[in-house]
Every structure is written in C-alpha cells, then in structure tokens.
C-alpha cells in the first residue's frame, strides 16, 4: 500500500502506520550506511531493496502557550526514500518523535516556501508525488529546513534541519536504488 491511495483512510492509516515504524526501525538498527555527505548520511537495505538518506535536526524548540518547555521525544528524522519494488522514487517523509494532534499537518519552511505535510500517528508526508518533488526541489536549492508540528499534547515543535549534503547524498540514494 501507498500513501498516495487516499480513499481508504482506515486501512491508508495502518499502512502508513506499518510502513513508518518498519522505516523508523531499519534507519535506528541499520548498519548498512554507505556515505555520508556533510549532514546526510545514505543507507541501503537489500529485503526489501530501501534506499534512502537522513538527518537529524540541528535545533530543536518546543513550545505550549507560547512558553518553551521540555518535553521527552522520540527520534526526530528527516527522510528522502527510494523503494524500486514499491515504485516508491523520492519520497520525503518527516518523524517527529511523538504523535501528531489529530487531523494536523507539518509545516516545512525551506527559504520563502512553505509545504504542507499530512499526518499518521508520528509521521508526515507530502500528499502526492508532484507535492514530494517540488518539495525534494526546495530542498535541494536550499540551506536549512524548519519542520513544524504540533503534537497530540498540544506542544508545538519546529526542528530546524541543515540541508548540507542533501543533494548528494539523496542523488546517492536514488543511484543505488536504481
């Protein structure tokens, strides 16, 4: 299943569910990274063929009425995904380490652009291919990125990502994918 099938939301939900916590496990245990490109790092996994890029963020802010607060999360991740198998070529996807507020989106802001990013449980996605690369585009031409969300708890997060060594190391990710 993909996330670009929207019209069975309950069994779309488990999918994206399944998928995200399959991709969020590989990435934390792989030993497979094959490069690293300034504040990328690409992995490849061969069962199913994955190949994809990631980065943690440089700085993190959480807030609740305004007011920083401290606040337990999980990894906070950015992703570009390839899966040959699953027709699945530049993905990007987006954990915040916690579950998102219900019926929310994920704000990326890459220079003067803004995307949106639907939600399922911890992760977010554009909605559609066409949405995944004009975003994949900004990243590439851009310096950093700052993923906003807001969490099932009401705490609103940004993570500000350095998006050095995007561009080769998710051209790295896609090269062996291919």
Do not use: H
Request: proline share 4%; net charge negative.
């Amino acid at each position: 299943m993909t996330r670009r099938v929207l019209c069975n939301g309950a069994a779309l939900l488990a999918g994206l569910t399944v998928a995200g916590l399959r991709l969020a496990a590989t990435a934390q245990e792989s030993t497979n990274r094959v490069a690293a490109e300034t504040d990328w790092s690409v992995f490849v996994e061969e069962s199913p063929r994955a190949c994809w890029s990631v980065s943690s963020p440089k700085e993190t802010v959480n807030t609740r009425g305004g007011q920083p607060v401290q606040v337990n999360r999980g990894d906070i991740l950015l992703f570009v995904t390839y899966r040959p198998d699953d027709d699945v070529n530049g993905e990007i996807s987006f954990t915040g380490g916690y579950p998102f507020a219900a019926d929310s989106t994920v704000s990326v802001e890459i220079g003067n652009q803004t995307f949106q990013l639907f939600t399922s449980g911890d992760w977010a996605w554009p909605a559609n291919p066409e949405d995944d690369d004009r975003l994949m585009q900004a990243m590439r031409g851009g310096a950093e990125a700052v993923v906003t969300g807001v969490s099932s708890r009401g705490t609103t997060t940004q993570d500000t990502f350095s998006l050095f060594g995007f561009t080769a190391a998710s051209e790295e990710a896609e090269r062996r994918c291919q």
